[in-house]
């Protein structure tokens, strides 16, 4: 059981930057994906970046060239960095694991451990 816990999030403005943390409860594994998902409200859980253990990474289009993923060298800690933020970024940001595979997904139901989000609210 990989417990995982996000936190940065709070109010930003409008162009500014925010940086999101996954924390997880143990080493994850030597393959696994860990995923950002965001969700606003009224809205479905949406897909918003991922990372391998291998580093590599995607991202969807609406965040792209704005949002970067980090991890520390333990792996146990990834981030999520959002820069020129907009009123659109707005929504509770979720990370979630799917371990024992380099293969991602951009689909939610894919990913076996989940956070209980932090909320990202960017003002004008």
């Known amino acids: 059981q990989v417990n995982l816990v996000e936190s940065g999030g709070g109010s930003v403005q409008s162009g500014g930057s925010v940086r999101l943390s996954c924390a997880a409860s143990e080493w994850i594994a030597h393959n696994y994906c860990l995923a950002w998902f965001r969700q606003a409200p009224g809205k479905e859980r949406e897909w918003v970046a991922f990372?391998?253990?291998?580093?590599?990474?995607r991202f969807a289009e609406s965040v792209k060239g704005r949002f970067a993923i980090s991890r520390d060298n333990g792996a146990t800690v990834t981030y999520l960095q959002m820069n020129s933020v907009q009123s659109q970024d707005t929504a509770m940001y979720y990370c979630?694991?799917?371990?024992?595979?380099?293969?991602?997904?951009?689909?939610?139901?894919?990913?076996?451990?989940w956070g209980q989000g932090t909320q990202v609210t960017v003002s004008s």
């Open positions: 990372q391998n253990s291998e580093g590599e990474s």
């Open positions: 979630a694991v799917r371990r024992y595979t380099n293969e991602c997904s951009t689909d939610r139901a894919y990913f076996t451990y």
